[in-house]
């Protein structure tokens, strides 16, 4: 989907805003063994996902909750560094801290409490063995609004949003243990958050009147999948054979893609360090082959469809901005295919029909190579380790998405959306876009408007209006009606896609 580059000038902006952003806001740096590092925030720990876990049958490290410091720092604070409690704490409202089952919590309540409650759900924390938590989007806000928050560490890191299931109900119950029991409860997350979200309220129909996934992993093993499609669909595209997991990924098979699909396979100096520049971010130059332009058309439809300029900048974003050389994606390639020390393949494409992406990918059902996933993986029930979501949930659901993330891809929207809609449940769902193009980069205003918006709809019974990104996710508009920007994006954001 070759399309001509916008205006200069729109492009330098974007590109000086991009090259002025800080590599923790932008995204997830590259791990060095990313298979485990699905749904990542911006910003969080970093590490060797896949690497850590504490629980039985899981091998890792010990996890330390630090009472002293316990709330993580953001990008402002070292990696291993907390912030100390008496950073959020103020007169009139009662802040509890403790432990349950080694995970840390923090909760607040202010002095005019609504009886209404903000459970939240944190994303992927990296490989450490820091355990933080993490205040709700808006804190503020809804502290000033009279509602209680409180949140939990997750006994373990790495990509577990299993046990996130566990440890955020224990905290739920406790919040009504400390506090009395909420008249409302709602659960909110981000990223891993997201998935930790769609799978709690199936889990525990009844602990939860209303929920708001952002970014979220509503697809749950499929975003694995996704991360298959694009490793062995670029081998495929550039004709290079390999076998996955490869311990040689990074060092030979991947060298030999780029070679295929980039003119500059190392960059360009002055340019760009990056060998997958589409031109968006680079006034027009691109270092794609036609096979590299092909990739990055099947990469597109792939992570949800065609978006028009928005992906473009997407792919230059994911590719220059977010990893320098253009290597996050191959990295996620790298590693044993498993995640949170569990034995056996998380990804499957065995009954991938690729032609239904577009007839020109119909040849890469030959060419490609196919993997089967393990079943005590991809089927697994419970808390471990990756929970299905079946799309049956019994409360409603407010989910919003940047319509640009290739790490989480809006397709993880559409296809909770699918299952959903399989369940009979559709009208518990509303899903909305956001004209972004990093992992989670949402407005404090946008956070605002979402949880404004859900609280109605469990207080009146009347959903608030959202976006059919099925049909529409081609729509030049999409997210025009919930995008909106603030001085709370700071230049963490890339976003400047107007709407006509």
Same mark, same amino acid.
């Given at each position: 989907?070759? =399309?001509? $580059?916008?205006? @200069?000038?729109?492009?330098? /902006?974007? #590109?000086?805003?991009?090259?002025? %952003? &800080? ?35 899981? =091998?890792? $490290?010990?996890? @330390?909750?630090?009472?002293? /410091?316990? #709330?993580?720092?953001?990008?402002? %604070? &070292? ?422």
């Amino acid at each position: 989907m070759r =399309r001509p $580059p916008l205006a @200069v000038l729109f492009v330098l /902006t974007l #590109l000086a805003t991009l090259m002025a %952003t &800080p590599a923790a806001a932008r995204g997830p740096a590259a791990p060095a063994s990313p298979q485990a590092s699905a749904a990542k925030e911006a910003g969080q720990g970093q590490g060797q996902p896949g690497k850590g876990n504490n629980s039985s049958d899981a =091998r890792g $490290p010990n996890y @330390v909750f630090d009472a002293v /410091t316990p #709330l993580g720092g953001g990008d402002t %604070t &070292p990696l291993g560094e907390g912030v100390s409690l008496s950073s959020i704490e103020a007169a009139g409202l009662e802040t509890v801290q403790g432990e349950i089952a080694g995970a840390g919590y923090i909760g607040q309540k202010p002095a005019n409490w609504n009886g209404e409650l903000v459970v939240w759900a944190h994303g992927y924390r990296g490989e450490g063995e820091r355990l933080y938590v993490d205040p709700p989007p808006a804190r503020q806000w809804l502290l000033d609004n009279d509602y209680a928050w409180i949140a939990s560490s997750y006994r373990r890191n790495s990509y577990d949003p299993g046990v996130g299931v566990l440890d955020t109900k224990n905290v739920t119950r406790r919040a009504a243990a400390l506090w009395g029991q909420p008249s409302r409860t709602y659960l909110a997350g981000a990223s891993m958050g997201g998935h930790v979200t769609g799978a709690a309220i199936e889990r525990f129909p009844t602990l939860y009147d209303g929920a708001l996934p952002a970014c979220g992993v509503m697809g749950d093993v499929e975003l694995f999948d996704y991360f298959l499609d694009y490793n062995l669909g670029a081998a495929a595209i550039a004709g290079v054979e390999v076998d996955y997991p490869s311990e040689t990924w990074l060092d030979v098979e991947v060298p030999k893609i780029k070679q295929a699909l980039s003119i500059a396979p190392t960059g360009v100096p002055g340019v760009t360090a990056s060998w997958a520049a589409g031109g968006f971010l680079t006034g027009g130059f691109s270092t794609l082959t036609d096979d590299g332009e092909l990739f990055k058309d099947f990469v597109e439809v792939r992570s949800g469809g065609e978006r028009g300029a928005i992906y473009d900048a997407a792919w230059d974003y994911w590719h220059l901005g977010a990893s320098p050389t253009g290597d996050f994606f191959f990295e996620l390639g790298a590693g044993d295919g498993t995640i949170a020390n569990r034995s056996g393949i998380v990804a499957d494409n065995t009954d991938t029909d690729y032609a239904s992406y577009g007839e020109q990918f119909a040849f890469l059902n030959d060419d490609i190579e196919r993997v089967e996933g393990a079943n005590r993986i991809r089927k697994s029930q419970g808390q471990k380790p990756a929970p299905l979501i079946e799309g049956d949930p019994s409360i409603p659901v407010l989910s919003i998405h940047t319509i640009g993330d290739l790490f989480v891809p809006i397709e993880m929207q559409l296809v909770y959306a699918d299952r959903v809609e399989a369940n009979g449940k559709s009208d518990l769902l509303v899903q909305r876009a956001i004209r972004d193009v990093g992992h989670c980069t949402f407005s404090g205003s946008e956070w605002v408007q979402s949880y404004t918006d859900l609280f109605a709809w469990v207080d009146t019974g009347h959903a608030p209006t959202g976006e059919d990104l099925r049909a529409n996710i081609d729509d030049p508009r999409l997210g025009c009606d919930w995008t909106i920007t603030d001085t709370t994006l700071g230049s963490a954001s890339l976003r400047a896609f107007p709407c006509r």
